[in-house]
């Protein structure tokens, strides 16, 4: 199973849908280059990353999501429009502040 699932809703909107799992390694390394090659294929797409199912991630894969943002940021920032983040847990939304600042 992977640990989310990233697709095109629409030609502008690029949604990512967690399912509920605890990913390893492999599975959380292959969404963060699934994401960064929709990324580059779709320049101009908003992203919607819908949290409302994603179990806390652990330390490992925390510091690894914001090391990824860090490495990608150039290509983010000029390929993303805008991003939206739904996480209705207040710890998961907690735990994805502390991504954003590593």
């Known amino acids: 199973m992977k640990f989310a699932k990233v697709e095109m809703s629409n030609s502008d909107v690029m949604e990512i ?3 509920g799992i605890n990913p390893t390694k492999d599975q959380f ?3 963060l280059k699934e994401v960064i090659d929709m990324v580059e294929q779709n320049p101009g ?3 919607l ?3 409302t199912n994603i ?3 652990p330390a490992d894969l925390r510091i690894r999501h914001g090391k990824w943002i860090k490495e990608n940021e150039g290509i983010l920032s000029q390929n993303v429009t805008v991003t939206a983040i739904i996480i ?3 710890l998961a939304r907690m735990v994805m502040r502390g991504i954003f600042l590593i």
């Open 17 to 19: 849908n967690y399912n």
């Open 29 to 31: 390394e292959a969404y």
């Open 45 to 47: 797409a908003a992203q």
């Open 49 to 51: 990353y819908d949290g």
């Open 55 to 57: 179990k806390l991630l």
């Open 88 to 90: 209705p847990n207040m």
